[in-house]
């Protein structure tokens, strides 16, 4: 706290100083400021009407609040921007672009849109519709498939809310499960609802260009559900959406999208060129009419002209029933979509206690190690003499007391007897004696609670009881202990995210006492604390967990940490430094702050780096993949946010240099060629770009995702054996 007396409102990433809300940047480093962590506003009235009860949930952009409107009565969900992405005229702007979008709609299957508006202190606010439900995603989770004839109540209730968003000109551009939030009526029917305009398209009336924020060459979207022009950053109009509808449809029907690759690239390919497999194929177990197929395959065309035109047409070519449910591979029936979004409104309950072991499997777990160390002492005196029993002592002592590695804690004995807990418990779950299995799955968790197991252990007994209730149809405990799981996961890799950055912050803090001391850190780099070398992959890796778990600001603080203090320790060349600052870059445009990646130069100076290190190894430019790749990633940036002259040099250099390298794949290859068709394609040259597109096609390296499905079915198969 300053010496205003006000209370401290913003903090810094990089020093973690907090300050009042008079000053904007930090005094000691000049990172800017960010408010402080909005969990401070539970219990609080925002904007002198709405008092916020607690937190729903955090995205790049903004948290969402439940929230009550005082002079309504009303229980509301309260979107909040991100404080530090108010500066950013152009996250304000698709912000405000939003809530315009969405409350120019009125709908049953489209959320309502109550209120906007930007406080004056500056913080932009968008309240709407508190459903009380769960996303179509969550009950795909834990149901798979959605049977037909129930699919098809959905399918229809989605084409409604899109017919009524395209006759008001907005393409949503975002329609995945996520997206579709279902909730259950007092009559038992299931209401689905489309929600987050964030990214809509506001088509102008007149056809005349769209004065929007986004330009041919903007890419937005999930990928497993864009669409082939959202991908080449094409126009888009409500044909995009259609696209994205089909893809909706084809995994509540099997369980799986039609295109998931192991890397975004994957999936990009796998969108542009090849065609979405037959459902028997992605899923033997389920049953479809063809003609419901049908007009799957028929929005998911890769051509627009080939698809249905409108959601109108979508709406008239489905059928009006649909084929029979079958029952699932274990002889259980399929859960009713109604109950599951029912389970998902009420409050998780009973599912916690199963996790606590009696106070008899206690004294079992707690006192069997002693009297075994005493009955095989006893034996060992006797038969192999004192000299022996001694060393067996040590043996004795280091199986059973040996605390275990910090990052998997237990001792030797410890993991081997989870380890039979856990196989009998599989035993028994195979066996069909879910009563045995979910017996033996609690005492290994109370033991790993008892005995500080490592996270690993902990989520895999988690993740087997989740599937164990899976089977039984168990859904509030299966609801209980996924909560369990996350939370355990978040708690485990902010832990590894602040220990890393405390690392940083020492070794950071032990280069300025040496240089305040007048000493060189080249005369210490054999000292522990400065040996950052080889930690490149750990920082990136740690760095992504974070990101998973919504931790941005961790993740913000570690990879700026970790730039700063390996520059110091090895200098602005270091080969370290190039992914580093791709990953920092590629983090970054998760948060839209595309001034500070600019200001900061990282895809430039990362390409830099990487050439510095070629030419460093003696190496042939055409040789070094990371440089190809740096190169390429440079010409993607200068295509999207800089200048299309430069991003054609640059594209062109990376595909000379390419089709030099003898250790590249074909379908990596492509990638190079795509992104300069797409190039092509936004300055007009679209004969070029097709001819470019047709070079990428000809590569014919593309994933067999039949035999993917396959191999993942086979794994699951070798598992339960």
């Not at 729903?56 to 909040?80: E, F, H, N």
């Not at 008239?316 to 274990?330: K, N």
């Not at 780096?609 to 190169?631: F, N, P, Q, V």
Request: with cysteine; glycine share 6%.
């Amino acid at each position: 706290m300053t010496n205003s007396g006000k209370s401290e409102k913003v903090f810094c990433l990089t020093c973690a100083r907090r300050f009042t809300e008079e000053i904007r940047y930090c005094p000691d480093d000049n990172t800017e400021l960010v408010a402080i962590a909005t969990e401070a506003l539970i219990g609080k009235v925002f904007a002198d009407k709405y008092l916020i009860e607690s937190v729903l949930g955090k995205g790049g952009m903004s948290t969402v609040y439940k929230a009550k409107q005082t002079y309504m009565d009303r229980i509301v969900a309260l979107k909040l921007l991100h404080p530090q992405l108010v500066s950013d005229p152009t996250s304000v702007q698709r912000f405000s672009q939003e809530a315009k979008a969405a409350a120019s709609l009125s709908h049953p299957n489209i959320i309502t849109v109550y209120d906007f508006g930007i406080t004056s202190t500056g913080e932009a606010y968008l309240a709407m519709d508190y459903l009380v439900g769960s996303s179509l995603s969550a009950i795909l989770d834990m149901s798979g498939p959605i049977p037909e004839a129930e699919a098809l109540d959905m399918f229809r209730q989605i084409c409604r809310g899109l017919v009524h968003a395209h006759n008001k000109g907005i393409v949503h551009r975002d329609l995945k499960p996520a997206n579709l939030v279902l909730t259950a009526d007092d009559d038992g029917s299931v209401l689905v609802r489309i929600v987050d305009f964030g990214i809509a398209k506001i088509l102008p009336s007149d056809g005349a260009a769209s004065q929007g924020l986004t330009k041919t060459g903007d890419i937005f979207g999930s990928p497993l559900y864009m669409s082939p022009e959202q991908w080449t950053a094409s126009k888009l109009d409500y044909r995009s959406d259609i696209y994205s509808l089909g893809c909706v449809m084809y995994e509540i029907l099997t369980g799986m999208p039609p295109f998931a690759g192991d890397t975004p690239m994957d999936t990009m390919n796998l969108h542009l060129n090849e065609q979405a497999p037959p459902f028997r194929e992605t899923n033997p177990h389920v049953k479809i009419s063809k003609e419901l197929e049908q007009v799957v395959q028929t929005c998911l065309e890769k051509k627009v002209n080939h698809r249905y035109q409108t959601v109108s047409e979508v709406l008239h070519a489905l059928p009006e029933t649909g084929a029979s449910p079958i029952s699932s591979q274990t002889g259980t029936v399929i859960v009713k979509l109604n109950q599951l979004v029912e389970s998902s409104q009420q409050k998780s309950g009973g599912g916690a206690a199963a996790l606590v072991p009696t106070s008899k499997q206690k004294t079992v777990v707690d006192s069997r190690r002693p009297r075994a160390i005493r009955r095989i002492l006893k034996e060992s005196r006797t038969k192999l003499g004192i000299a022996s029993s001694v060393g067996l002592l040590f043996l004795l002592l280091f199986l059973f007391l040996y605390p275990g590695p910090e990052e998997d804690p237990g001792s030797p004995v410890a993991k081997t007897y989870w380890q039979l807990l856990m196989t009998a418990s599989n035993w028994a779950t195979n066996s069909g004696n879910y009563g045995l299995s979910e017996k033996l799955m609690n005492i290994a968790m109370k033991d790993l609670d008892h005995n500080i197991g490592g996270f690993s252990r902990k989520f895999e007994t988690m993740k087997s009881l989740n599937n164990l209730y899976v089977r039984q149809g168990r859904i509030k405990e299966q609801e209980a202990v996924q909560t369990k799981m996350y939370d355990l996961y978040t708690e485990e890799y902010e832990n590894r995210g602040k220990r890393l950055i405390q690392s940083l912050t020492e070794t950071e803090n032990y280069i300025k006492q040496l240089e305040a001391n007048g000493e060189s850190v080249r005369t210490h780099m054999s000292d522990s604390k400065l040996n950052w070398s080889g930690s490149v992959t750990k920082i990136i890796a740690v760095a992504r967990s974070l990101e998973e778990v919504y931790s941005f600001e961790l993740e913000y603080k570690l990879l700026d940490l970790g730039e700063r203090v390996l520059t110091k320790l090895y200098g602005v060349r270091f080969h370290g430094l190039a992914p580093l600052k791709l990953e920092r870059a590629d983090f970054l445009m998760l948060l839209d702050r595309i001034d500070e990646i600019k200001a900061r130069r990282l895809y430039e100076d990362a390409f830099v780096i990487s050439g510095y290190c070629t030419k460093h190894k003696r190496m042939e430019l055409h040789d070094d993949l990371d440089y190809l790749r740096a190169l390429l990633r440079l010409g993607q940036w200068q295509r999207d946010y800089g200048n299309p002259d430069d991003a054609g040099k640059t594209l062109e250099t990376a595909i000379k240099l390419a089709e030099k390298n003898k250790e590249i794949s074909k379908f990596e290859l492509a990638n190079f060629y795509i992104s300069y068709s797409n190039l092509l394609q936004q300055v007009g040259k679209t004969a070029e770009a097709a001819a470019i597109k047709k070079k990428a096609q000809e590569m014919g390296h593309t994933p067999d995702y039949a035999a993917i499905l396959r191999e993942r079915e086979k794994e699951k198969e070798d598992d339960n054996d």
